[in-house]
């Protein structure tokens, strides 16, 4: 069954992304749990064999659907870093292709959601016409490195957030309705990534939003920094990759010639938005530097990804594929 085969069954369908492991999903589990009791709503986590762990939480949550991949294409190790950034991009594609909700909300595992982010999802899209919303990311762990970490890639959706018509929403705090989301099935049938999916739906004349009410909390585990520069760099050339496959020579070119300037610009937008949040002198001077470095390699590996372009269509194997392997508990 997938999204487009089927009408709404639920009110709500909540898919979460294997990124931290089994405890991190347990939390987060448990969080959302009282918030479905009460309605028509399923909770859906795709899992495969580099997440197998995630497996022994059914018998503990016997109400959520743990649909099993065998197959990930690209992603089939994920201890290189391009490859685990496009696992959790098949896993979100086979758990949208399974969701049956009249709204289809996203998050990972390493957020807990606010104890009535469910209900303010609901409100939201009963009372705004827009395609998509999203709200605030908050992270929760007071170190540097995951300030650092949280400001280059949340800290647009920091709190305090106003309500806004928003260019970007992240997919650890999102929503959609279900006929926004069928209008762009082509472009995440085999790997959903928010920036194409998004671009799709503007071009379709849809509206993205920021809505505060929607409130989520980032547990990051302990992160090391030689570690995490590295996977910048792959995720950068990820992203550089996305972006290939829709421009041209030209416009290719002109980003890679613009990429030495990126680490200074984006360390200024981190910089506006510390200061909106109210961070001390003291707080911005740790947090700066080790930012500087994450972009930087965010930046190097935008330059590899222009330069070497995508990666080759065979490598990539549709989502139907995937879904064909895939099994529901019920």
Not at 13 to 23: A, F, H, N, R
Not at 124 to 150: C, F, K
Request: with cysteine; charged share 20%; hydrophobic share 45%.
């Amino acid at each position: 069954m997938t999204v487009n085969e089927s009408k709404a069954e639920f009110a709500i369908s909540i898919l979460i992304t294997v990124i931290g492991g089994q405890e991190t999903m347990r939390r987060c589990l448990r969080a959302l749990r009282p918030q479905v009791q009460s309605l028509a709503a399923e909770i859906i986590v795709p899992y495969d064999e580099w997440a197998e762990d995630i497996g022994e939480l059914k018998s503990e949550f016997p109400d959520v659907h743990f649909p099993f991949i065998n197959d990930l294409g690209i992603a089939a190790n994920p201890n290189v870093p391009a490859h685990q950034h496009r696992l959790c991009d098949r896993r979100r594609a086979v758990g949208l292709a399974l969701a049956r909700g009249r709204i289809i909300a996203m998050t990972e595992d390493q957020v807990v959601p606010a104890e009535n982010w469910v209900s303010e999802i609901l409100a939201a899209h009963d009372r705004l016409p827009d395609a998509v919303i999203g709200g605030s990311i908050d992270n929760v762990v007071d170190q540097p490195v995951h300030w650092a970490a949280y400001y280059c890639d949340h800290g647009r959706y920091g709190s305090p957030l106003a309500e806004t018509e928003a260019e970007y929403v992240s997919d650890l705090n999102i929503s959609y309705k279900r006929e926004a989301i069928e209008a762009v099935r082509d472009v995440w049938c085999e790997a959903y990534s928010e920036t194409i999916v998004h671009w799709a739906m503007r071009n379709r004349g849809m509206s993205l939003r920021l809505d505060p009410a929607l409130k989520v909390f980032k547990h990051r585990p302990p992160i090391n920094y030689v570690h995490s520069l590295n996977e910048r760099v792959e995720w950068g050339r990820v992203f550089a990759e996305t972006r290939v496959a829709s421009i041209g020579m030209w416009q290719r070119l002109l980003l890679a010639g613009m990429t030495p300037a990126l680490p200074i610009l984006l360390l200024l937008r981190n910089l506006k938005h510390m200061l909106r949040q109210g961070r001390t002198v003291g707080q911005i001077a740790l947090m700066l530097p080790l930012s500087a470095g994450l972009l930087s390699a965010w930046s190097w590996g935008e330059l590899i990804g222009y330069v070497l372009g995508e990666p080759k269509a065979e490598q990539f194997k549709p989502v139907a594929q995937l879904n064909a392997k895939a099994s529901r508990v019920e």
